[in-house]
């Protein structure tokens, strides 16, 4: 760790929203994330946005890993990982998100003893293993026994001495290392570029491509163009906000891993036979003018 990490680590960090909320983004936003994941009472409303009472905010992280848009700004509780295998200890549970970006990094085996891997630890294991095995990946090894000194693990003294044979290197290697994240970390769809996990649906029935949920989307999932409705949901963070902005419900959600697949809608150019609209139509089939009511739109060459 560099002086500059040294330095940053001890200043007194507390936690924000920030405001890429999604609240802030729209007053039509329920995002009601952090509120629920807070333990501690901590997370107030203060004008329909969400506030962090510091008094009351133990710093767990919860509410950083709740927020699908990262703005909950902060850093998580350390853990300690060493030879890519983290301890349990009697720091805070992490979340399964905060899980699955560990395993990125290269954890993948979970050391407890009996009385540290409790029910909880258990249990966000189990649902972070389901995650992986459903995006192809490995499960997390779990051992309740005491992490053991092997040949591969040096005292300080030890490897104070074989550093100095051998190379600095080995001080990444072998040390134990307190890991760290902060908000920007927990995106997790970045770490699984091959897969989605979000199934973002479009009605082109009721679509009036009015563009609000193309403007809003913080993660450009949604791109309208002069010939199509294009949605690529690989970076979709289930955040609901075109969802809630939608003036005509057209769009719904699902959260499902799958492999990315992204979809596009053509769009047309249509004109009224009697009025001479011009209109952006999914539809390149008979549907009636909705200005005038009484023409059928037909294609339209400019
Ligand atoms: S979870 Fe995030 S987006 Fe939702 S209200 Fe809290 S800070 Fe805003
Ligand atoms: S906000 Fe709704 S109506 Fe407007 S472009 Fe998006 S899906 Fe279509
Ligand atoms: S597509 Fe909708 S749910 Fe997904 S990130 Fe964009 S606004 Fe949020």
């Not at 949605?231 to 609901?240: D, G």
């Given at each position: 760790m560099g002086f500059l990490d040294k330095w940053v680590e001890s200043l007194d960090y507390e936690y924000e929203v920030l405001t890429s909320c999604t609240r802030y983004k729209s007053p039509r936003s329920t995002c009601q994330s952090c509120f629920d994941a807070c333990e501690h009472d901590a997370i107030t409303s203060v004008n329909n946005r969400p506030f962090i009472k510091n008094d009351k905010c133990v710093e767990c992280g919860i509410c950083i890993a709740a927020c699908p848009v990262q703005a909950v700004a902060g850093i998580f509780p350390k853990r300690t990982v060493i030879q890519n295998k983290l301890l349990v200890t009697g720091e805070h549970l992490p979340t399964v998100k905060e899980m699955l970006v560990l395993y990125k990094k290269g954890v993948s085996e979970i050391i407890g003893e009996d009385s540290s891997l409790t029910e909880s630890w258990q249990q966000v294991i189990k649902e972070a293993n389901s995650i992986l095995h459903q995006l192809g990946e490995d499960s997390f090894n779990v051992s309740d026994k005491a992490f053991e000194k092997t040949e591969e693990v040096y005292s300080r003294r030890e490897l104070f001495t074989q550093w100095k044979k051998e190379s600095q290197t080995l001080v990444k290697q072998f040390a134990p290392a307190k890991w760290r994240f902060n908000h920007k970390d927990l995106d997790v769809a970045k770490y699984y570029p091959d897969y989605q996990f979000t199934k973002i649906t479009l009605n082109p029935d009721k679509c009036t491509l009015c563009k609000a949920c193309e403007v809003l989307c913080e993660k450009k999932c949604l791109n309208i163009t002069d010939s199509s409705f294009s949605?690529?949901?690989?970076?979709?963070?289930?955040?609901?906000l075109c969802v809630e902005i939608c003036p005509e419900k057209a769009i719904s959600l699902e959260e499902k891993i799958s492999k990315v697949q992204d979809i596009h809608y053509p769009i047309y150019k249509r004109k009224c036979s009697i009025c001479n609209q011009v209109y952006d139509s999914f539809h390149d089939y008979g549907e009636k003018c909705?200005?005038?009511?009484?023409g059928f739109l037909s294609p339209y060459i400019s």
């Open positions: 949605i690529a949901a690989q970076a979709c963070s289930s955040c609901r909705t200005t005038c009511t009484n």
